[in-house]
Structures are given as C-alpha cells and as structure tokens.
C-alpha cells in the first residue's frame, strides 16, 4: 500500500511539472489566446447592438470584424506615411535642433563642450541612417513576426467572438449544478462590465491621441502624428500612462521649439487635459464599469506589467475588475447566508457567547 501510494503522489508530481513546463513553453501562445479573449469581450457589445436588430450572430460578428479592420487600416494608412516623413526630417535635423538648445542654454554647452558631447551626437545622428539600413534584415524579421501574431490574434478574436455565449454556457457547467445560477449571473456581469472597462480605455486613449496631436501640431514641434500616438499607447496604462505620454512630449518640444511659448504651453496643455481626462472624460465614459481605488489600480499595474509586461498591465485592470465581481459576490452571498431567517432560528435557543449555560 505505501509503495502504490507512492508511486501515486511521485506521478502526480511529475504531471504537473511537465503540466507547468508545457505552459511556460506555451507561454507566449497563451498571451496571445488572452489578449484575443480580452479583445473578444471587448467587441461583444457592438456584437449584441447588432443582434438586438434582428441581425444574425454570425453576420453581426462578420460586421464587427469588417468594420475594426477597416478602421484599423485607415488609420494606419493615414498615420504611417506621416510618421515615416517626420522621423527623416527629425533624423535630419537632430544636430541643428542640439546646437539650437546648446545656444539657448549656457550650463548645457559647458557641460557639451567639457564632455565633447556635441562632436559624438553629430556622429551618431549622422550615423543612423547607415545603422537604419543595415537594421532592414533584422526588422524584416521582426515585422514578419509580429504579422504572424496580429494574424493569431485576430483569428482567434473572431473565434471567441462568434463562440463567446457558448463559451460562456460552457463555463457555467464547470461549477456544480446548485451554483450554476450564481455563477452564470457572475459570468454575465463579468462579460459586460470587463467590456465596458476596456471598450472604454480604448476610447479615451483615442481621445488622448486626437487631442495630443493637435496640440502638437498647433506648437509646431516635429514627430506630432507619431508622439500622438505615443500619447495614445501609454494612456491606456493605469495611473502613470498619461504622465509618461506629457514627459516625453515635453522632452521632444524642448529642443526642437521655442521655449516660450511653444514648449510651456505644450506643458500647460498636458496639465490642464490630464485634470479635464481624470475629472470629465473619464467618469463620462467609465460610468457603466467597475469602480476600483486607485491603490488598486496601481497595485495592478505594477503586478501586470512585472510578469507579462505592456500586455500585462494593460490586462491587469481588466482582471481586477473580475476579482471584485466576484470577492463581492461571494462577500454578499456570506451577509445572505448570515441573515437569512431559517439559519438564525437555529441559534435562537443557544446560550449567549461569553455567559455559562
């Protein structure tokens, strides 16, 4: 007996770390799966809007897919050529923008000419299109790679997406059946609050983008259309996104433009629309999704972006917002249970705590 169960508990332990190795190997396809999931559920509510129209589920999916690559490629189309131009010219311009900044501020030629700073970035700003051209192999590559991935992703979004009540249902069997009810309605309000929070994210960072792009145009400093969309990326990262986004912003207007009054201004924009985003646009457009402190929010992030980097602490929030559903859930079926009449008419004739019997 003590042999077989010994035999029991060593392959139990060897299936499951053959089980944790095989999806550490996997890892990256399982990020890829989660990402499509989160996408999926993100879609689902312009899926149902569709369905409520007496549209099929699956032409509604077709429609939803159509549309977002459609606007996927436009905006590409229109942003690419624009980001392509600027970066030549900024290429280009890099050793005049730096004398320019040097001649404007004293401290820093000292320190250029202690350190013969300026000699070495003209060197290296005169260098980069000879490193951009010999980088062309291995960027092909890498372009390679990351189609592949979008092509993964998108292929399984439309899966989840055409399959998302049947995956849900599917869901709702795992549990027992007495619990089925409280689960399926947890599911549900999971589904559609984690669609609100990331449909909602996407939006305000469009938003952001638009908004940064014009002020950068109106200051005329260079890169606009890809800083913008800089903008764009870090605002859907919780909590710090959006400072990020401004510093750097900032840091490209300093030597490229006027200190006054482009480059304060840009200053003063990033402010005041960080204010008007947190206190107007944001509650505006989160209304409908699950409310988290910002303690939590932060905490998130950093958890998220530790272990699965960008993807993940764009993901975490999403998480969080499930792990509230159901801690309160659960939280609430307790206070349920604690005050329901029939469990407390069992202790009515129990003694009181801390008195004898």
């Known amino acids: 007996m003590l042999f077989r169960q010994g035999m029991f508990w060593s392959f139990g332990a060897v299936a499951a770390v053959a089980t944790a190795a095989a999806l550490y190997a996997a890892r990256d396809v399982l990020i890829r799966v989660l990402v499509a999931l989160f996408l999926a559920i993100s879609l689902d509510p312009a899926v149902r809007m569709l369905t409520r129209w007496h549209m099929r589920r699956g032409f509604a999916v077709v429609v939803v897919v159509l549309v977002t690559l459609g606007a996927v490629a436009a905006f590409l189309q229109a942003v690419i050529p624009t980001m392509v131009q600027q970066y030549q010219a900024m290429v280009t311009d890099l050793p005049e923008h730096l004398t320019g900044l040097q001649d404007r501020w004293a401290s820093i030629r000292r320190i250029g000419d202690r350190f013969h700073a300026t000699r070495q970035i003209e060197s290296v700003a005169a260098s980069l299109p000879d490193r951009i051209s010999s980088g062309v192999f291995g960027a092909t590559g890498r372009v390679f790679s990351a ?211």
């Open 147 to 357: 189609a592949l991935s979008t092509l993964t992703v998108a292929v399984f979004t439309a899966y989840f997406l055409a399959d998302l009540p049947r995956l849900r249902r599917g869901a709702v069997l795992l549990v027992p059946r007495a619990r089925r009810a409280q689960f399926s309605r947890i599911v549900d309000v999971i589904v559609d609050k984690v669609g609100a929070y990331t449909s909602g994210n996407i939006l305000i960072s469009l938003v952001a983008g638009l908004a940064a792009f014009a002020a950068l145009t109106a200051a005329r400093v260079p890169l606009a259309a890809p800083l913008a969309f800089l903008v764009a990326v870090t605002d859907l990262i919780p909590t710090i996104g959006a400072t990020l986004g401004a510093v750097i912003c900032v840091l490209v207007a300093l030597p490229t433009t006027p200190l006054w009054p482009n480059t304060v201004l840009l200053a003063v924009f990033f402010v005041l629309y960080q204010q008007l985003e947190n206190y107007a646009i944001a509650p505006r457009i989160m209304r409908k999704t699950i409310e988290l402190r910002p303690g939590a929010v932060l905490l998130a992030g950093l958890i998220g972006g530790t272990a699965l980097g960008l993807i993940g602490a764009l993901m975490a929030i999403p998480i969080a917002a499930a792990v509230t559903v159901l801690l309160s859930e659960r939280l609430q079926a307790r206070d349920e249970a604690d005050t329901d009449p029939a469990t407390a008419g069992d202790d009515e004739g129990a003694p009181p705590l801390g008195r004898p019997s």
